[in-house]
Structures are given as structure tokens and as C-alpha cells.
């Protein structure tokens, strides 16, 4: 049979070769058949540009599990993975269904993947830190490139990332993509930052940039119980679809601080502007927190502040997103998170801010007005005090008890802090 050489404009290039590998089956061509070959266009960098593809229809049902390891196959630095992949869908396309040897070859692959995938987000700062930040990484484009997505909900802060074959610049709002920098090595960081922003000119109106394909690291609860640290379950946070509420809220909103704080806050969940920023406590409730808790002589900076729930909860009227309080369903899914955060962190005092952050934590129903102002030992041994969430004071109607709930919740934070001489 005559050679088909089978181009694709760069590592990444999924959409090209799923369009291509759609038209060799629909003519049942052979593997031995095809060389694939990555020939960049010119238009690969440009800011814009269309691109025209082969629409051939397919017919094959690909199991939703094996579509995933195939992402992942796709994104590793396996040499003929392209050869590979499309072996797969000839075999399903004869069988009806994926060989065994592809499904353990293409695990142990997505496994490594994983592992590169997590070690590359923990790679980049919390939102806290607000200014541009240069993050440099030796991983292949098309893993880099497997992230375009996930990377942006991890931090929203603006950043630049930086290999020896690619450079991804993200300024909060939106990603560019660029060839790599002469050396990255040589030069430091605040030198590099502008050369990439200069490099970097492809934006997703860009067709070739459209469609790659992301691999997520789905995290079940055994892998949140084993996460060795709290950067490593950052990492792991950043697609938890543990329940619902990932496919409304626009990111999981994680806990930030120091990760030997020893001092924990522990509220209920992200609202709107925590979930647009990714940062917990930024919204009015967050900005009256870090008022009494400075007050209180604490400083945000020293301490480790999260939610129960990681996701935002809400009902859309119109052009607003209503808080709508965490059921039992999204408590218990989310579980696992706060306990991992407390694991991992050992904090000598939990503050738990509210009814939800409190039950959370206590594992049972829990009255804020009959518990609050006094420490108790938690299971662990370290010391517990529940107080009011910073929104409660918000929705006092009264100029006067919101005075003296208000003086209450900064006597409540100075209690916690006093607890740690």
C-alpha cells in the first residue's frame, strides 16, 4: 500500500490529527500506512488565523474512560504516539471495543502524566501573590500545552511559562501562546518576562489553537487522603468534580496561606468574587474579616484561611449570582479537602467561621449562638472555637447590633490568637 504522509502543524495538534484519523478510518487505511510528520504552518503564532479542516463524520463509539487515557497518551512525550492512538481506534473500529494491551499501555502512560501534570501546577504561586510571576518548566509543549484551561483556573493572577519549546502567557483575562525564547536560562526573570509577553502573539482566536486536548487529573478522595503536601493538593483541587457544583462555579477556590500557619480559618464557601479571583475571604465578608482580624492584632498573611466547600453555590437571576447556602451533599463531598488541609497543615487553633465551616469540621449539627467564645479541644488535640461568619454580620439590619455583634467577633478572633502564645 502506497504511504500517506499525515501532517500536523505542532505536538498539540489534536483537532488536526482527530480529523485526519477520522478520514483514514471512514477509507480504511492502514497504520503501517500513515508516517505522521509535525511540519509548523506560519500561521501557528499569528494572532489570528482560520483554518480548514476535513469534516469526516465518524462512527465510532469510543468508551468515555478510553477517550480520557487517550487525551492522556496524547500529551505524554511517548515518540509514536500518534501511530499508537490511531492503532487504538482500528482496533475499535474492528472490534468494538479497546484491546487489553492498549488499555494497560495507555494507563501506566495517563499514570506518568498525571504525575507530570500535578507536578507542573505545583510549580506556580498561590493568587496571593498578585504580580506577574515567571514559572520555567523542562515538560514537553504538548503537556504545557494539555493545560491551557486548568492553569488559568489554578491561578488568576497574571503569569509567564516559560520552556525550551513553547511560551504560555496568561494576564488574568486570557492566555497567549508563543515559539520559546532563544535561552531561558541565561537571562533572569524580570529580564525574560517582557521578551516573552513580546513572543507570545497567538491568542485563542487563533484556529490552531482551538481544541487541543485537556487533560484533566480527576481526584478521587483516596488521592486527597494520600496528597503529601498542601501545595500537592492545590494541584489536585483544581479539578475536583467530587459533586455538582463544578460544573456551575467557575473554579475550586482553595485555601491560601502559609503552610506552617498555625493558625486555620475555616468559613463556608467561595461567593462571587472569591470564585472570580480564587482566593477565599476577598468579597464584602472577606473584607470585613481581614478588618476585625486586624483589629484583632492578627495578620491575614500569618494565617491559613479556607472553606468547607471549594466551590460557589448559587442561583442566577438575571446578571447576579445568588449565594445559595452548601447542602449536605456538597458538605460530605467536599470533606475530604478541609480534612486534608487540617492533616497536612496542623494547626494549633481552628477557627470556624460560621454554621457550615463548624458542622464541617464537628461532624454534627452545630448552634453558633450557644457554642461561640469559648476553646474546646478538637479529636486531634489542638484547640477549636466557633464563632459567627464575617456575612452574618453583613446581614444584621440594626446599626447597633451589627456594633456590638461586630465587637463580639473581633473579642472571638483575639481569643484564637492569644491561644497560640
Known sequence: MQSITAI?????????WRSLSRDFLNRQVAASAIHWSIQETDSLYAPQSK???????SSLKIPRSFGRLMSSVFASSTPDRFDRLYRALAHIQQTGE???ADLQDFEQIAENVRAQILALRSAFPENRVKDWQVIKTDYDPQLIDSQIGPLGRLRTAPWALLSDSRTLCWDGQDYRMGPALPDITASCDTDLLPQALQIATATRANAYWQGLGTVHVAPTSADIEQSPSLTA???????????????????????????????????????????????PFVGPAGQLFDKAFEEAQGQRHEAWVSNAVKHFKFVQKGNRRIHQK??????????PWISAERRLLQPKVTVMLGVTGASALLGRPVTVSRERSRLFKLEDGSLGLVTVHPSYLLRLPDEDAK????????AD?????????
Open 413 to 421: 478572633l483575639r481569643m484564637a490568637i492569644s491561644a497560640l502564645a
Open 8 to 16: 500536523l502543524c505542532s505536538p498539540s495538534d489534536f483537532m488536526g
Open 403 to 410: 456594633t456590638r455583634e461586630y465587637i463580639k467577633f473581633v
Open 98 to 100: 479497546p484491546s487489553r
Open 51 to 57: 483554518r480548514i479542516l476535513q469534516n469526516a463524520p
Open 233 to 279: 493538593l492545590r494541584a489536585l483541587a483544581t479539578d475536583c468534580s467530587l459533586c455538582d457544583l463544578c460544573h456551575h462555579a467557575t473554579r475550586t477556590v482553595f485555601g491560601e496561606g502559609p503552610q506552617n500557619a498555625d493558625l486555620l480559618f475555616v468559613g463556608e464557601q467561595p461567593g462571587d468574587q472569591e470564585d472570580l479571583q480564587g482566593r
Open 326 to 335: 452548601p447542602g449536605s451533599v456538597e458538605m460530605n463531598a467536599c470533606s
